[in-house]
T-cell receptor
Framework: EAAVTQSPRNKVTVTGGNVTLSCRQT?????MYWYRQDTGHGLRLIHY???????QIGDVPDGYKATRTTQEDFFLLLELASPSQTSLYFC?????????????FGSGTRLLVI | GDSVTQTEGLVTLTEGLPVMLNCTYQ???????LFWYVQHLNESPRLLLK???DNKRTEHQGFHATLHKSSSSFHLQKSSAQLSDSALYYC????????WGSGTKLIIKP
């Protein structure tokens, strides 16, 4: 079973601060995704990637950057954090981009921007 | 564009009663894949079941759903709710990425 590991589990930062969320998957999946989850909004796609060095924009990319350094590692960067970015962030991976691909999620990172 | 609609934000049921969570979708694709994911409290979403076959019942862990292309629906059902079914349920449509519904929170009371 694919494993997706996120770090840190919890993060508190101040407005204007710099935050990096990390995600590593260990099953050689091609696709990786960053989502935020907020009550009333469900899961919203921030960025995704289909391989090392590739980056695709999701539905709510403003204020976020992402980088896929290797097949395994996908990072989400908040360079000037704002309170509106307080959320639960999930990383996910899938084997291929075909329609029947399952997503495997990490345990999430809870971010508080004060 | 493609979309998924879950009309109930919150469903509260008594243990032992049947469960039905609604999911309808819109897509230009003639052969969509539909998914149900479940997320228990303080956990991450995980796949519950999926289907792309029209009018075929798909079952997993006591839940079942049938894709009906004629009505663009993929409702999730269970004959008898258990306390452990309390969770957030997402319906999703795949068009090479997952298009997520807004989720239905299911609370089962004793």
């Amino acid at each position: 079973e694919a494993a997706v590991t996120q770090s840190p589990r919890n993060k508190v930062t101040v407005t204007g601060g710099n935050v990096t969320l990390s995600c590593r998957q260990t099953n050689s999946h091609n696709y990786m995704y960053w989502y935020r989850q907020d009550t009333g909004h469900g899961l919203r796609l921030i960025h995704y990637s289909y391989g090392a060095g590739n980056l695709q924009i999701g539905d709510v990319p403003d204020g976020y950057k992402a980088t896929r350094t290797t097949q395994e590692d996908f990072f989400l960067l908040l360079e000037l954090a704002s309170p509106s970015q307080t959320s639960l962030y999930f990383c996910a991976s899938s084997d291929t981009g075909t329609p029947n691909s399952d997503y495997t999620f990490g345990s999430g990172t809870r971010l508080l921007v004060i | 564009g493609d979309s998924v609609t879950q009309t109930e934000g919150l469903v509260t049921l008594t243990e032992g009663l049947p469960v039905m969570l609604n999911c309808t979708y819109q897509t230009i694709y003639s052969n969509p894949f539909l998914f149900w994911y479940v997320q228990h409290l303080n956990e991450s979403p995980r796949l519950l079941l999926k289907s792309f076959t029209d009018n075929k019942r798909t079952e997993h862990q006591g839940f079942h759903a049938t894709l009906h292309k004629s009505s663009s629906s993929f409702h999730l059902q269970k004959s008898s709710a258990q306390l452990s079914d309390s969770a957030l349920y997402y319906c999703a449509l795949s068009n090479y990425q997952l298009i997520w519904g807004s989720g239905t929170k299911l609370i089962i009371k004793p």
